[in-house]
């Protein structure tokens, strides 16, 4: 019995094998492909359909929309359906989707096949997310995922303006397709209670993070704004950049090289891990809004080059630390699959709200204050957090020097 029992404690958490990371990685890239071309795919569907400005906003918002409802989909049944199952799913919805938007092109149609395939996109993402925030140290985790982005970022940014409308989704069916071909590499379901406990012997705690639920929630809720800002500003970014009379050819090796400062932005990221999670959220958050907000004067070639670079750099240095904070307060996942239905949320109302603002002809300087503000916001609830954390702390502490 001993040696079991030594066995069992010695065992490897299933999350930390190089297998299930390096998949679940691909999965979450795949999925996220959409949000980080949005820009490029906005002005797609302008030049191939003649959509409106407005219209173009709808339409990828209902994909990031869909993302968001596929995502709440894997949340609630990751601890009942075999993982594997609910990735199979997805990726058959993705593929259906996004063939068929190669068949039709009306507007109303592809609204709702983009809401279909963000669907099927959201709970393949969810579970992959999951599965990372499932390891032992989820900072590093991540930062890997975040990594992989600046590069698929970067290659999909100079990849889809060179093909057709059709040729973007078949990319898209693709690269889904992939992902069913190493599904065994996935873990089938969460960590029990007995491992659970082992993993907590392994990971390095800078924080008390048994928290009560209301915390992990209004992470979300903070990411979500933090994506609100990042939906708005991204959707239109190329569109208020040209019509302030930036010449095209100038704007897509900007939107291509600054997808490379997410590199930046995770090497940050590591060296400020130092400081804890707080502290550099609280300034990033802080410099993105006012990265977005100083669009609002007009757009010249110099302040949109700096206002891109450093809003991709910040972008992953951001996301490092908020889904960091996510897997250390939920150890099960089942919060941590809402990471992506918080994202898509955000992305969802961003560009809705920038769509709206502009449709009545307020113009980009104010969709450029509204974005940046909502920042400012996703700061003032870590903010909130952050002294619940700290008042926690001082609170024990004193009671351990009184006993």
Not at 6 to 26: C, K, L, N, Q
Not at 223 to 233: A, D
Not at 314 to 325: E, G
């Amino acid at each position: 019995m001993a040696d079991n029992s030594t066995s069992t404690a010695s065992a490897p958490i299933i999350f930390d094998g190089w297998r299930s990371i390096s998949y679940s990685v691909f999965m979450a890239l795949v999925g996220y492909s959409v949000m980080v071309t949005v820009p490029v795919l906005s002005t797609k569907l302008v030049e191939v359909l003649s959509f409106t400005e407005e219209q173009v906003g709808r339409v990828w918002g209902a994909d990031l929309g869909g993302l968001s409802i596929g995502a709440v989909l894997a949340a609630l049944l990751l601890a009942r359906v075999n993982r594997r199952h609910l990735v199979m799913a997805g990726v058959a919805l993705c593929i259906g989707a996004n063939a068929m938007c190669m068949v039709f092109v009306e507007y109303e149609q592809l609204l709702w096949l983009r809401v279909a395939a963000g669907i099927g996109s959201g709970i393949f993402t969810g579970t992959a997310v999951a599965t990372i925030g499932g390891t032992s140290k989820p900072e590093r985790a991540f930062n890997i995922l975040l990594l992989g982005f600046s590069f698929t970022a970067a290659f999909e940014l100079n990849l889809f303006p060179q093909l057709s409308l059709n040729g973007i989704f078949l990319f898209l069916i693709v690269t889904a397709a992939v992902c069913a071909l190493f599904l065994s590499w996935l873990p089938t379901r969460a960590l029990n209670a007995e491992e659970l406990q082992q993993q907590e012997k392994i990971e390095d705690h800078l924080e008390n993070w048994h928290v009560p639920r209301a915390l992990p929630i209004m992470c979300l809720t903070a990411v979500c704004f933090t994506y609100i800002n990042i939906g708005g500003y991204f959707t239109y970014i190329e569109l208020a950049a040209l019509d302030d009379g930036i010449a095209a050819d100038r704007i897509g090796p900007l939107l291509t090289w600054s997808s490379f400062l997410a590199l930046a932005g995770c090497v940050l990221a590591l060296l400020c891990s130092r400081f804890g999670l707080f502290r550099p959220l609280f300034a990033a958050l802080i410099t993105m809004a006012v990265l977005v907000g100083m669009l609002s004067g007009g757009i010249t070639y110099m302040n949109l080059l700096v206002s891109l670079f450093a809003f991709m750099a910040l972008w992953t240095f951001v996301d490092v630390f908020q889904s960091a904070m996510m897997g250390h307060m939920d150890r099960t996942g089942s919060m941590v699959a809402l990471l992506p239905a918080v994202q898509g949320f955000g992305q969802f109302i961003g560009p809705n709200i920038a769509a709206s603002i502009i449709g009545a002809g307020l113009g980009y300087s104010v969709m450029f204050l509204v974005s940046g503000s909502m920042a400012l916001v996703a700061m003032v609830i870590y903010g909130g957090i952050f002294i619940y954390m700290h008042r926690r702390k001082s609170a024990a502490a004193e009671a351990v020097s009184a006993a």
